[in-house]
């Protein structure tokens, strides 16, 4: 399974970003989807997650800010930022809990897109 991330960038403070993450290869279902960050200094933290019935869960720092979403068909999760701040600066990584073909399950990352919010 393949997990591949796009829509980083650099933006202004108060500016919005799409990010979008594709997943491919042998599955067989998702059980939860998701998306981490990592600023410079600072731990890996949960951003946003969305379970395979639709629940979501957020950060304390970005509710109301950042909207999890999850196109079926497409295999692909997105995070919609808004209101993006200099403190979400951070590589933002996929993450997706995956029952393969083999009906194993398993964790899955992405590579990582960099998000930078400048003052």
């Known amino acids: 399974v393949q997990l591949v991330e796009s829509g980083g960038g650099l933006v202004q403070a108060e500016e919005s970003l799409r990010l979008s993450c594709a997943a491919s290869g042998s599955i067989f279902s998702f059980i939860t989807m998701g998306w981490h960050r990592r600023a410079p200094g600072k731990q890996r933290e949960l951003v946003a997650r969305i379970t395979n019935g639709g629940s979501t869960d957020y950060a304390d720092s970005v509710k109301g800010r950042f909207t999890i979403s999850r196109d079926n068909a497409k295999n692909t999760v997105y995070l919609q930022m808004n209101s993006l701040k200099p403190e979400d600066t951070a590589v933002y990584y996929c993450?997706?809990?995956?029952?393969?073909?083999?009906?194993?399950?398993?964790?899955?990352w992405g590579q990582g897109t960099q998000v930078t919010v400048s003052s």
């Open positions: 993450n997706a809990l995956i029952r393969d073909n083999d009906l194993s399950i398993n964790n899955y």
